[in-house]
């Protein structure tokens, strides 16, 4: 299935995929989905007598990569894991020099690309599924490169038993 985004990169869905949505979950917001024809949607509504009535998404007066740069800063997560200092965190769950060096030399790279709060979300993330017992993956294409990822709970591929380079990630 092909997805549609617009140029803020928000989902544009059709009408098969807001009801699946809204079968999911009858009481979804649809007010701030951004739907193909909107008219389509609000026409089937009325026909059922629901009070669900979506309106065509503003367009934004920001520029598109303001607009990214400025919600690449508004990671929603607990305080908890935004103050987490990442680099400690992970220094502390290595237990040999060999694992603290490949750690160090990963933790210069994402920094240089300022990565951090991802890496503070991916935590956060993870251990919100291991709490609610989701499952998933053990790891897919060049992630599994990164040795911190693999600490993380990202991925189950140890990069480093697999002797595999983070060049092939971080580029």
Request: aromatic fraction near 8%; proline fraction near 0%.
């Given at each position: 299935m092909t997805i549609l985004l617009d140029k803020y990169s928000r989902q544009i869905l059709?009408?098969?995929?807001?009801?699946?949505?809204?079968?999911t979950d009858p009481k979804l917001d649809v007010s701030n989905l951004c739907l193909e024809d909107p008219d389509k949607f609000n026409d089937a509504s009325k026909r059922?007598?629901?009070?669900?009535?979506?309106?065509q998404l503003d367009q934004l007066d920001e520029d598109p990569v303001e607009y990214h740069a400025r919600?690449?800063?508004?990671?929603?997560?607990p305080d908890k894991y935004k103050n987490l200092d990442i680099a400690?965190?992970?220094?502390?769950?290595?237990?040999?020099?060999?694992?603290?060096q490949r750690?160090?030399?990963?933790?210069?790279?994402?920094q240089e690309r300022n990565m951090f709060d991802l890496l503070r979300f991916l935590v956060y993330c993870v251990d919100t599924m291991r709490e609610h017992d989701v499952v998933w993956g053990v790891g897919r294409g060049?992630?599994?490169a990164s040795y911190v990822l693999?600490?993380?709970?990202?991925?189950?591929?140890?990069?480093?038993y697999y002797d595999l380079d983070i060049a092939e990630f971080l580029r």
């Open positions: 059709n009408e098969d995929q807001a009801c699946d949505m809204l079968y059922l007598h629901l009070n669900t009535i979506v309106t919600n690449q800063n508004n990671w929603h997560m400690k965190w992970l220094l502390d769950i290595c237990a040999t020099d060999a694992q603290m750690v160090g030399q990963e933790l210069l790279l994402y060049s992630s599994v693999f600490l993380i709970g990202v991925h189950k591929i140890d990069s480093m």
